[in-house]
């Protein structure tokens, strides 16, 4: 028994919107989609048959459709194809050589910070604060 495989590509990936028993009914419906999305770059019918050794395969209807949107994309040129490498974007590292940089930065004025001697004693450390004192409660507001 022969099906129609209905296939859209989209970003340069194929995916089957529908498996039909008539070839009509599928190429219809194939050139629906195509006139009606404006993010597919290309449809394509196959007439799938099973035989006793496997599938037999042959494309039946091929359209690239060629949009304004889809160009921008970059979708036109991608069907089912990968960019070339010189096509591809080369990052320089710039991002990663800015945040090493800037943690360099915090950690020296860290340590900055702490090499720097107060001038006079911190509250906790004079004597006053070493003798015993009564300590009072926030729920109750008694001291102990």
Known sequence: MVRYEV??????RWTARGILESQNAAVEHAQALA????MIAAVRVMAL???ADGFKEQVVY?????RASAA????AQ?????KPA???QVHSGMGARIL?????IACAALMGYGLIKPKQPWVFDTPDAQKPHLLRSPFTGDFS
């Open 35 to 38: 006139n009606r999305n404006y």
């Open 7 to 12: 296939l859209t590509c989209q970003s340069g």
């Open 100 to 104: 090493v940089l800037l943690l360099f």
């Open 78 to 82: 991608a069907i089912g194809k990968p």
């Open 62 to 66: 091929n359209r690239k459709v060629a």
């Open 72 to 75: 921008k994309a970059g979708q």
């Open 86 to 88: 010189a096509m591809r």
């Open 49 to 51: 048959e099973e035989n």
